[in-house]
């Protein structure tokens, strides 16, 4: 079976915190991606990587980087988190289609 | 660049049926559709490939049109299980970004 496995699934931080928020797949894929997804506005991509080392912005990259030094793990940095930040994160990588996105479970990430 | 979905959200009693619209102002080449319970990540549902296509998952079946730059979800018969938000996906021609739709709530009540 497919799997996408993220560290945490309830966070709670500090404003001006660092936030690391990890995600492992195992499917050996080229890709992996970082959702933050909110009331109202659905799914916006964050980041994606197309390889170890190798990353790409989505439509919402602000306040947040990112790091793939192996394949199957890509992890989602807030530098300094903000009460903006407050949202669900859900990490995906392709399934056995090939581009169909696969979830992890989310972490639900509250800034105080 | 994100599709749009139609309705936003839709209650229905168990037994009817239901549409759920996907329209993008960009070219498709395929398309997803995703559930999500709540409290849970997005499941895939199924991907059509082609303009015109028809796919059926159990009682949930899916049009393509191409040219229209649409997609639709059809739920016949609808079950309580049914109850989720439904997403479209758009992944793209070329590169690796996919996009999302707006969203559909859908509620089945007994």
């Known amino acids: 079976d497919v799997k996408v496995t993220q560290s945490s699934r309830y966070l709670v931080k500090r404003t001006g915190e660092k936030v690391f928020l990890e995600c492992v797949q195992d499917?050996?894929?080229?890709?992996m991606f970082w959702y933050r997804q909110d009331p109202g506005l659905g799914l916006r991509l964050i980041y994606f990587s197309y390889d170890v080392k190798m990353k790409e912005k989505g439509d919402i990259p602000e306040g947040y980087s990112v790091s793939r030094e192996k394949k199957e793990r890509f992890s989602l940095i807030l530098e300094s988190a903000s009460t903006n930040q407050t949202s669900m994160y859900l990490c995906a990588s392709p399934g056995p289609l090939g581009n169909e996105q696969f979830f992890g479970p989310g972490t639900r990430l509250t800034v105080l | 660049q994100q599709p749009v979905q139609s309705p936003q959200a839709v209650i229905l009693r168990e037994g009817e049926d239901a549409v759920i619209n996907c329209s993008s102002s960009?070219?498709?080449?395929?398309v997803h559709w995703y559930r999500q319970k709540h409290g849970e990540a997005p499941i895939f549902l199924m991907i059509l490939l082609k303009g015109g296509e028809q796919k059926g998952h159990d009682k949930i079946s899916a049009s393509f049109n191409e040219k229209k730059q649409q997609s639709s979800l059809y739920l016949t018969a609808s079950q309580l299980s049914y109850s989720g938000t439904y997403f479209c996906?758009?992944?793209?021609?070329?590169?690796?970004?996919?996009?999302f739709g707006t969203g559909t709530s859908l509620t089945v009540i007994p």
């Open positions: 960009k070219a498709l080449y395929s």
């Open positions: 996906g758009t992944p793209p021609n070329t590169g690796n970004q996919f996009y």
């Open positions: 499917m050996d894929h080229e890709n």
